[in-house]
Nanobody, 115 residues
Framework: QVQLVESGGGLVQAGGSLRLSCTASGSILMNGMGWYRQAPGKQREMVARISTGDWTNYADSVKGRFTISRDNAKNTVYLQMNSLKPEDTAVYYC??????????WGQGTQVTVSS
């Protein structure tokens, strides 16, 4: 059982930046990791994912603005979010993944972007 704890959310003006962190209770060396988000009234969507070999993929809506990275020594994955837009407002969730998709979820952290 892996426990994931997100941090770094908050309120920011449009055009600003935030960095989210997700720290796992154990090693993430063997897991792909992902960031997802869910806005009110919408389905949860993938934002960014990083494989064990540091291959990354991003939702089209965040390409060029968000960067996912991982520090296996710290059991932590990051999401650097730049040029934030009001439509980025959502609860952001971290996941630890297997080949079949997310196995574990964090509790989520709120990101609010004001216009």
């Amino acid at each position: 059982q892996v426990q994931l704890v997100e941090s770094g959310g908050g309120l920011v003006q449009a055009g600003g930046s935030l960095r989210l962190s997700c720290t796992a209770s154990g090693s993430i060396l063997m897991n792909g990791m992902g960031w997802y988000r869910q806005a009110p009234g919408k389905q949860r969507e993938m934002v960014a994912r990083i494989s064990t070999g540091d291959w990354t993929n991003y939702a089209d809506s965040v390409k060029g603005r968000f960067t996912i990275s991982r520090d296996n020594a710290k059991n932590t994955v990051y999401l650097q979010m730049n040029s934030l837009k009001p439509e980025d407002t959502a609860v952001y969730y971290c996941s630890a993944e297997s080949a079949y998709g997310p196995d574990y979820w964090g509790q989520g952290t709120q990101v609010t972007v004001s216009s």
